[in-house]
């Protein structure tokens, strides 16, 4: 079993998808280990997406991730991080294969559904960031 984080993003929140795509991911043989509902800071969006500091797009990624509230959620299951990629579909929805969470839920490029941790590395630093190990409900 392999832990991930998945946000579902403040466009999700905003358009009412919150509960359709917990119910695909759930469908998809994740189990809910954490969940949350932030409204994120700048300082808080800006230090989560620090990677791409550099990139042309960085103000406005940290502008639209702050635009509302947005719904960190820790997810298991096996291979969890390398699935959860695969059902998020590209970053771009014009790109993403038919029946992938941004496929259906993504307006573009930057209001894109969704956001998943790219390593098992990452995901243990991403979920960290939103969530305490007590906060996280052990396997059953
Ligand atoms: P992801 O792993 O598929 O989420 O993509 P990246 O890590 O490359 O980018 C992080 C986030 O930045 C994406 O999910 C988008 O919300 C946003 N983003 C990526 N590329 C672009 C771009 O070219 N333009 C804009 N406006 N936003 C982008």
Redesign the pocket.
């Known amino acids: 079993m392999e832990q991930t984080l998945a946000i579902l993003?403040p466009d999700s929140y905003a358009a009412g998808n919150t509960g359709r795509i917990l119910a695909h991911l759930e469908a998809e043989g994740f189990t809910i280990r954490g969940l949350r509902i932030v409204h994120l800071t700048q300082e808080q969006a800006g230090a989560f997406?620090a990677?791409?500091a550099e990139?042309p797009?960085y103000g406005?990624?940290v502008d639209?991730m702050t635009s509302g509230p947005c719904v960190p959620v820790a997810l298991e299951r096996e291979n969890g991080v390398k699935h959860l990629r695969q059902i998020?579909g590209?970053?771009n929805p014009a790109e993403a294969a038919e029946g992938t969470i941004r496929k259906q839920f993504a307006t573009n490029?930057?209001?894109?559904a969704i956001?998943?941790s790219?390593s098992a590395e990452n995901a243990q630093i991403e979920l960290a960031f939103f969530f305490s190990s007590s906060d996280l409900i052990a396997a059953q």
Do not use: P, Q
């Open positions: 993003k997406y990677v791409h990139r797009f406005s990624l639209f998020m590209a970053t490029i930057e209001n894109n956001h998943g790219d």
